[in-house]
Nanobody
Framework: QVQLVESGGGLVQAGGSLRLSCAAS????????MGWFRQAPGKRREFVAA????????YYADSVKGRFTISRDNVKNTVYLQMNSLKPEDTAVYYC??????????????????WGQGTQVTVSS
């Protein structure tokens, strides 16, 4: 079992930056591919970014490619999402997720087994 706790959300103006963190406990993160998803009010949860167990492979949604960067520090058991050039349409609750050990990196929510509680990101225009 793994527990995930996101932090770093907040209110930022369009064009600004935020860095989200996802701290894991209960199991070492190096056994799991990790992902970030987001959900805006009235919308379905959508994929944002994913990273393989040791960081060699990353995937991004087209809407964030070139602006967001996912990274991880397995020593600190933490995954990050650096978000630059933020837009109002990036406003959402952002969730960190982990797959079960031994499974590969994924881009669908149903591929992930553990979820954090989410952190709100609000981008004002």
């Amino acid at each position: 079992q793994v527990q995930l706790v996101e932090s770093g959300g907040g209110l930022v103006q369009a064009g600004g930056s935020l860095r989200l963190s996802c701290a894991a406990s209960g199991r070492t993160l190096s056994t799991s591919a990790m992902g970030w998803f987001r959900q805006a009010p009235g919308k379905r949860r959508e994929f944002v970014a994913a990273i393989s167990r040791y960081g060699s492979t990353t995937y991004y949604a087209d809407s964030v490619k070139g602006r967001f960067t996912i990274s991880r520090d397995n020593v600190k058991n933490t995954v990050y999402l650096q978000m630059n050039s933020l837009k109002p349409e990036d406003t959402a609750v952002y969730y960190c997720a982990a797959v079960s050990p031994g499974r590969g990196i994924g881009v669908r929510a149903d591929e992930y087994d553990y979820w954090g509680q989410g952190t709100q990101v609000t981008v004002s225009s």
